[in-house]
C-alpha cells in the first residue's frame, strides 16, 4: 500500500502533554477487530476522549475546539507498550501526518514511519517550549521540513532538527512504502542483473 508524500508541513499542533502514552491508551485492545487500516481513527485515545456513558469527555483535548492541525505532541516516551500497529494506524486515521515527542518506543517509530506518519523527537527542552507556545496561543503554527530534517516554532522563531532514518526519508519523500522502494530500482535492478 503506497504512503502519502510528506515534505512539508505547516500546521497548527495538537497538545498532548502526558507521559508515557503507551499503545493501548492509544488506541485499546477492544477496537483491534480489523485488519484494514481504515477506521480506527474514531477510537483514538477512546478511553480518554469519551466517558464511560459514550458521552465526549470536554476535558480530553481532542474534544477542545481551541486546538486542531495535524501535528500531534506527546510527551515523553510516546508510544511504549505493545508493538500493535493499530495504534500508529488510529493517529494517521484521525488525521495527524506529524508525532512529536523526546522520545519514541522504537517500535511504534517503525510502525508510524511504515503507514506514513513523521516521528519528529526533540529534546525536552523543545518540547516544553511547544507546550507553552500552544497554550499561550492554540492558533500558533510550526513547520516540519523533512527535506532539512527541521521542526520550526514559527511564533518563536526558533528551528531544531530532527533524526530519521535516510531509507525511511526518501520512502516519505516520495510516497513509497517498502514494495515501492523496490519497484523503484527496477530498472537498476535488471541492469545488475545483466552485468
Same mark, same amino acid.
Given at each position: 500500500?503506497?504512503i502519502?508524500k510528506?515534505?512539508?508541513?505547516v500546521?497548527?499542533v @495538537?497538545?498532548?502533554?502526558? $507521559?508515557n502514552?503507551d499503545?493501548? *491508551?492509544?488506541?485499546?485492545?477492544?477496537?483491534?477487530?480489523? +485488519? $484494514?487500516?481504515?477506521?480506527?481513527?474514531?477510537n483514538l485515545?477512546r478511553? !480518554?476522549?469519551?466517558?464511560k456513558d459514550?458521552?465526549?469527555?470536554? /476535558?480530553?483535548v481532542? %474534544? #477542545?475546539?481551541?486546538?486542531s492541525?495535524?501535528?500531534l +505532541?506527546?510527551?515523553?516516551?510516546f508510544?511504549?507498550?505493545?508493538?500493535?500497529e493499530h495504534a500508529? !494506524?488510529?493517529?494517521? /486515521?484521525?488525521g495527524?501526518? @506529524?508525532v512529536?515527542?523526546?522520545?519514541?518506543?522504537d517500535?511504534?517509530?517503525?510502525n508510524v514511519?511504515?503507514?506514513?506518519l513523521?516521528p +519528529? *523527537? @526533540?529534546?525536552d527542552?523543545?518540547?516544553?517550549?511547544i507546550?507553552?507556545t500552544v497554550?499561550a496561543d492554540?492558533?500558533?503554527?510550526?513547520?516540519? /521540513?523533512? $527535506? %532539512?530534517?527541521?521542526?520550526? #516554532?514559527?511564533?518563536a522563531?526558533?528551528?531544531?532538527?530532527?533524526d530519521?532514518?535516510?531509507?525511511?526519508k526518501?520512502?516519505?519523500l516520495?510516497g513509497?512504502d /517498502?514494495i515501492?522502494?523496490?519497484?523503484s530500482l %527496477?530498472d $537498476?535492478?535488471i541492469?545488475?542483473?545483466?552485468a
Amino acid at each position: 500500500m503506497s504512503i502519502e508524500k510528506f515534505q512539508k508541513l505547516v500546521s497548527t499542533v @495538537v497538545p498532548l502533554p502526558i $507521559e508515557n502514552v503507551d499503545t493501548d *491508551q492509544i488506541i485499546p485492545a477492544r477496537f483491534l477487530k480489523a +485488519v $484494514e487500516r481504515k477506521g480506527f481513527g474514531d477510537n483514538l485515545f477512546r478511553d !480518554w476522549r469519551y466517558k464511560k456513558d459514550g458521552t465526549p469527555n470536554a /476535558d480530553f483535548v481532542l %474534544n #477542545n475546539a481551541r486546538f486542531s492541525g495535524q501535528i500531534l +505532541v506527546g510527551g515523553k516516551n510516546f508510544g511504549s507498550g505493545s508493538s500493535r500497529e493499530h495504534a500508529a !494506524w488510529a493517529i494517521y /486515521d484521525a488525521g495527524f501526518r @506529524v508525532v512529536v515527542s523526546s522520545f519514541f518506543a522504537d517500535i511504534f517509530k517503525s510502525n508510524v514511519l511504515n503507514c506514513g506518519l513523521l516521528p +519528529v *523527537q @526533540v529534546s525536552d527542552q523543545f518540547l516544553a517550549s511547544i507546550f507553552e507556545t500552544v497554550e499561550a496561543d492554540p492558533t500558533a503554527k510550526f513547520e516540519v /521540513d523533512l $527535506e %532539512n530534517q527541521t521542526i520550526t #516554532n514559527i511564533a518563536a522563531g526558533v528551528s531544531v532538527k530532527f533524526d530519521i532514518n535516510s531509507y525511511k526519508k526518501e520512502c516519505l519523500l516520495n510516497g513509497y512504502d /517498502d514494495i515501492d522502494f523496490l519497484i523503484s530500482l %527496477n530498472d $537498476e535492478i535488471i541492469a545488475f542483473e545483466k552485468a
